[in-house]
């Protein structure tokens, strides 16, 4: 299973609402999650099986979808949210896990 | 806490160990997955171990080049990998995967180990 994240780049100003997109080449039995990563820094889990906030994720953070498409909502953005993002999944079978190749969410 | 070493320097073709030692939560209740970062490049799982070694999955850009291995008894998970190549090259992460009756993703990670594959 291939995950497609769309847009590549997204320009925001903070305060603004980013709507981050993950697509599967097809669709699959298991859960999505997803990650913010910083310059310099490991990963950080902030959402999983498909829409419920890992511990300490703030509630402007929220997943969604089903089938082949995902989405990952940031209700207003704070300056500390600039990052890229990236989804992934772990399937079922075969057991393998993807992610996707990110989006870099940058301050207009 | 997830710390990576054994990072380094290496030639093409040659091997490096990668280790993993972990604190503050009990080992053997976990999967684990070691995951890739080229430079400027997104994030590429590698492989994954169950707690006990009974599961044990690689992605088919390292599948019988790289060997995922675990030591409970001394909390360590480990990363062998041979006949290394210049796409190699990466920050190497460990992270903590639960899984359980879902998938509950990678929650926990360590700060990488830089590998650099040249002659």
């Known amino acids: 299973i291939v995950l497609t994240q769309s847009p590549v780049t997204l320009s925001l100003s903070p305060g603004e609402r980013a709507t981050l997109f993950c697509r599967a080449s097809?669709?699959?039995?298991?859960?999505l999650a997803w990650y913010q990563q910083k310059p310099g820094q490991a990963p950080r889990l902030l959402i999983y099986e498909t829409s419920y906030r890992a511990t300490g994720i703030p509630a402007r953070f929220s997943g969604s979808g089903s089938g082949t498409d995902f989405t990952l909502t940031i209700s207003s953005l704070e300056p500390e949210d600039f990052a890229v993002y990236y989804c992934?999944?772990?399937?079922?079978?075969?057991?393998?896990?993807?992610f996707g190749q990110g989006t870099r969410l940058e301050i207009k | 806490q997830l710390v990576e070493s054994g990072g380094g320097l290496a030639k093409p073709g040659g091997s490096l160990r990668l280790s993993c030692a972990v604190s503050?939560?009990?080992?053997?209740?976990?999967?684990m997955s070691w995951v890739r970062q080229a430079p400027g490049q997104g994030l590429e799982w590698l492989a994954y171990i169950s707690g006990r070694s009974d599961y044990i999955n690689y992605a088919d850009s390292v599948k019988g080049r790289f060997t995922i291995s675990r030591d409970n008894a001394k909390n360590s998970l480990y990363l062998q990998m041979n006949s290394l190549r210049a796409e190699d090259t990466a920050v190497y992460y460990c992270a903590r995967d639960v899984v359980g009756a879902d998938y509950y993703g990678m929650d926990v990670w360590g700060q990488g180990t830089a590998v650099t594959v040249s002659s």
């Open positions: 097809q669709s699959f039995r298991s859960s």
């Open positions: 503050g939560f009990p080992f053997t209740d976990y999967y």
């Open positions: 992934q999944l772990r399937g079922n079978w075969p057991p393998a896990v993807t």
